[in-house]
Every structure is written in C-alpha cells, then in structure tokens.
C-alpha cells in the first residue's frame, strides 16, 4: 500500500540559510500535518491543512511557513535556520472527516550547522 | 503543559510475559486516543486506537483500556516479542479533524 513520502530524508543546512521539506500524503488523503520532534522530545504539532486551506495551527514559528497544493501535496518553508531547528519533521496524513488514524511518513532529518 | 503524559521512560520485560505501557491525560475534551509505535529513523506506525465512547479495544496482541474517571489509558501486549521492542507513544486528539497531542512516549525491550 502506498505510504506517505517525504523528501528529502536527510537535509543539512547552515544556520540563517532556508530549507523546503516536502510531503506526497497517502492517494484520496486530503488532509496533512505537520509535526516536528526535538532529540528526546515528543512530536510537537506545527500545522495542518483541508483542502490548500490551513486548518489549524500550532508552535510553529514565524519564520515558518507552509502551503498545500491541489494535489494534496504539502510544503514546509523554514528560512533563517537557527540550531534550535534541528529535529526531525514529520508529515502525516489522513482524510477529513473520519476518526482514521493519522499516517505517518518516514520523516525529514534537519541537521542546522 | 503537558496534556498526554507517559512517567515512565522505559520498560524491559521477558519475551512472553505480558508489557503494560501507561498513559495519563488532562485534558477533557479528548475524545480518541491511540497508540504509534517507533523505530530509529522511521516515522511513528499506528498500532490501536480506542474511542472515548469505549473501555476497550483488541487487536490480535494488543489490547488498550481507558478509563475516563481516572483519565487513564494502558496499552497490553501479550505476549510480548522481542520485534517489540521500539517506542511507544500514547496520543489523543480533541475531534475528528483535529492534531495529535503526543506523550513523551517509553522506550520498551523485550528480552529474549
């Protein structure tokens, strides 16, 4: 069955540079979240989108961004990197409406340098 | 603020014995709650979930309990493998639609 992908796996940066992170949800999901987990940390919710729209925010910082394409695709802006941005970022997906659980994809690794 | 919480950071039981993972919450207006597990370098993998509405719910090896007075869910594996060893995260959500607020999760191995 399809999963959800993320791209890139691994992504090193300099701080104060920008990074995107992708996200291709599961085929007739069209809903994505956007989680980041911290070393040691649980995942923290950043955002979510409907249908391109943002259906709810969480601690994502101002320097953050995100959009969801019309092929439920989604994408995380993150400029002026800082240390503390180093985690792991996760994309789940799911279809609006049902109690499904929340799919997870394998995760982007962000090592800010 | 922690709304999910898991006290305990680890857990090692004997292969085939039963592994008992606990998890508390704050927040009323939770109403499902569900278990991922977790690899190193893979993303969390839904194992069981149960609704507010339910004290119970079984998949095969895995059994979650929730207890609404005490705000207090436990997720049973028996018998426990040693491919069971991984972590374990407890999550809630507040509607159908809405993000997942996670536990700090535990780490559980199973010894062979």
């Known amino acids: 069955a399809a999963g959800v992908i993320q791209s890139p796996r691994h992504l090193i940066k300099e701080k104060r540079e920008t990074a995107t992170l992708k996200c291709y949800p599961i085929?007739?999901?069209?809903?994505v979240y956007w989680y980041q987990q911290g070393p040691g940390q649980d995942p923290q919710f950043l955002i979510s989108f409907y249908e391109k729209m943002q259906s709810d925010k969480g601690s994502i910082p101002d320097r953050f961004s995100a959009q969801q394409f019309s092929d439920y695709h989604s994408e995380l802006n993150m400029s002026s990197l800082e240390l503390g941005d180093s985690a792991l970022y996760f994309c789940a997906s799911r279809r609006w409406g049902s109690y499904n659980e929340q799919f997870f994809g394998p995760g982007t690794r962000l090592t800010v340098l | 603020d922690q709304q999910v919480k898991q006290n305990s950071p680890s857990l090692s039981v004997q292969e085939g014995r039963i592994s008992i993972l606990n998890c508390d919450y704050t927040n009323s207006m939770f109403d499902y709650f569900l278990w991922y597990k977790k690899y190193p370098a893979e993303g969390p993998t839904f194992l069981i979930s149960?609704?507010?509405?339910?004290d119970k719910n079984e998949d095969g090896r895995f059994t979650v309990f929730l207890n609404k007075s005490a705000k207090h869910l436990s997720l049973h594996i028996v018998p426990s493998q040693p491919g069971d060893s991984a972590v374990y995260f407890c999550?809630?959500?507040?509607?159908?639609?809405?993000?997942?607020?996670f536990g700090k999760g535990i780490t559980l191995s199973v010894r062979p």
């Open positions: 999550a809630a959500k507040a509607g159908a639609n809405s993000k997942l607020t």
């Open positions: 085929p007739r999901h069209d809903t």
């Open positions: 149960i609704s507010s509405i339910k």
